[in-house]
């Protein structure tokens, strides 16, 4: 089983989400993969509508909430408020919120927290930045980030995902090496086994940054990778369901 998770950013509204699974064709992809996109919060309702008529294979999610379930918080949106349109799954500390919109890893941990109590399955992203990565800080920076959010996930009867996103590979066409992905993911991998348990090693752990039709297949066989979360390439039906196929 793989996980292919679409990011679609800010990008897509409720009309091209809806033109998106008129156009998704998924012969040829394995039933037992996860399937999931994030579409802006305005186009959720109109992307599991759509998902659903055309079969329901694919998941839908929330690409950033708020930890608060109501209140004056102007622009935000709430997890119950994604849980109501429909949403099942939700990104939480993506390098976009970190980096350009100030996220704290205090931050992180709340919004995991309120996935999690509301039933939403957190996609929690980690990753470091080229400079990080050129002073041998990877492991420190990818643990870091996920100790700050482990308190919310102490328990293993939920779901929940680990991304690994390198923010030097992100948008940039610069894509990590499978050895670079499968040494972060072991880390990652390590830690949640000693923090949570025997159960931890089936938390699946995807790779995001610049994956594509030409190199999913690549990564998805490397070893600790157990999925890709897809950025510009999953704004295209056919690129996301070539992705799909490349998982087996």
């Known amino acids: ?23 998704l064709d998924l012969s040829g992809v394995g039933d037992g993969h996860d399937l999931v996109v994030f579409p802006p919060a305005v186009a959720i309702e109109a992307a599991v ?26 622009g935000e ?12 799954f939700a990104l939480v500390g993506h390098s976009e919120r970190r980096h350009l919109f100030g996220e704290s890893e205090g931050d992180t941990a709340l919004k995991v927290g309120a996935a999690r109590r509301h039933g939403l399955v957190p996609v929690l992203c980690v990753g470091e930045t080229l400079d990080e990565r050129k002073a041998g800080r990877v492991d420190e920076v990818v643990l870091r980030q ?17 991304a690994y996103e390198p923010v030097w590979a992100i948008g940039t066409g610069e894509t990590a090496t499978p050895a670079d992905a499968s040494e972060a993911h072991a880390t990652i991998r390590a830690r949640l086994v000693d923090a949570l348990g025997p159960a931890a090693a089936d938390v699946p752990l995807l790779y995001g940054g610049s994956v594509k ?17 897809v950025g510009g390439a999953s704004l295209d039906p056919a690129s996301f369901a070539a992705i799909a196929r490349a998982a087996g």
């Open 49 to 74: 509508g759509a998902a659903k008529r055309a079969g329901g294979r694919v998941g839908v999610g929330v690409q950033n909430l708020y930890w608060m379930d109501e209140g004056a918080f102007t």
């Open 1 to 23: 089983m793989a996980v292919i998770a679409g990011n679609w950013k800010m990008h897509m509204g409720p009309a091209r989400a809806r033109a998106f699974f008129d156009a």
């Open 213 to 229: 039709p030409g190199n999913a297949a690549e990564l998805l066989s490397a070893d600790e990778v157990d999925g890709v979360l």
């Open 77 to 88: 949106t709430s997890a119950p408020m994604a849980v109501e349109a429909g949403a099942g």
């Open 146 to 162: 996920l100790n700050a959010a482990l308190p919310a996930l102490t328990s293993a009867d939920r779901r929940f995902f680990v």
